[in-house]
């Protein structure tokens, strides 16, 4: 396992992301389905997830943490989870962008914070390249994802080029297609976007958001306690 980490975390590193399969058996994902069919308001998802018990525990699994752990070198804490669905009365899309927002205690003025806002009683803002390039996500499928209900497409390498203005042209892309219980492992500075599906049915995705070392200037994350 340890040579298969490292494998990963050089995909990572040298292309803004990693496919994992089978994380988490099929046999767990049904109970995790069950879950955020009781949680979920919103038929398109919620961005405040890791304030429910059964994310922040899944956040703190090691089968999740150690992916991130070994994509930032160091040790890792959770500071936000997202979950996303694609139905056919949300049949959402996103074009090619960046992961900039963090979700955090309170406004500061710490140089290279900028667009400050409050999304579902939550502050956040867009965060300095130097701070994002200390993070990864980890994406959990909980349903199958292929190019039928609208995959997650990634540029290869492009956070490596910091950060990028609207309408940067793409020159490849790959789609990001893996059965339930699969990762995406990426960084928030990769260019990716997601098409409305063409086949909707359920696309539910657990996104959480892990940081090595801290904020400057006081900042402090959002207590999701």
């Known amino acids: ?18 496919v994992v399969k089978n994380v988490v058996p099929l046999s767990e994902v049904l109970g995790l389905l069950a879950e ?11 961005r405040n ?27 890792v804490r959770p500071v936000r989870g997202i979950l996303f669905d694609k139905v056919p009365g949300a049949n959402w899309k996103l074009g090619y962008h960046q992961d900039r927002a963090l979700a955090l205690r309170e406004k500061r003025d710490v140089e290279g914070f900028v667009g400050w806002s409050v999304k579902d009683g939550v502050v956040h803002a867009l965060a300095p390249a130097e701070v994002l ?3 990864v996500a980890v994406r959990l499928s909980l349903d199958d994802c292929g190019p039928d209900n609208g995959p997650l497409r990634v540029v290869p390498g492009s956070h490596l080029h910091g950060l990028l203005p609207k309408g940067t042209g793409v020159a ?4 990001c297609n893996l059965s339930a219980g699969g990762v ?3 960084k928030p500075l990769t260019l990716h976007a997601s098409s409305a599906a ?10 959480i958001e892990y940081i090595t070392g801290g904020l400057p200037g006081g900042l402090e994350f959002h207590d999701w306690s």
């Open 1 to 18: 396992m340890e040579s298969e980490l490292v494998g990963i975390a050089e995909s990572v590193r040298r292309d803004g992301y990693a």
């Open 36 to 46: 955020a069919e009781r949680s979920m308001c919103d038929g398109a998802g919620d």
């Open 49 to 75: 997830a890791l304030a429910w018990p059964w994310v922040s525990r899944l956040a703190a699994d090691p089968r999740l943490a150690r992916l991130a752990t070994a994509c930032l070198s160091g040790p």
């Open 133 to 135: 390039e200390r993070m």
């Open 172 to 175: 490849s892309e790959v789609s």
């Open 184 to 186: 995406v492992l990426m």
């Open 198 to 207: 063409t086949s909707p049915s359920h696309r539910r995705v657990l996104h």
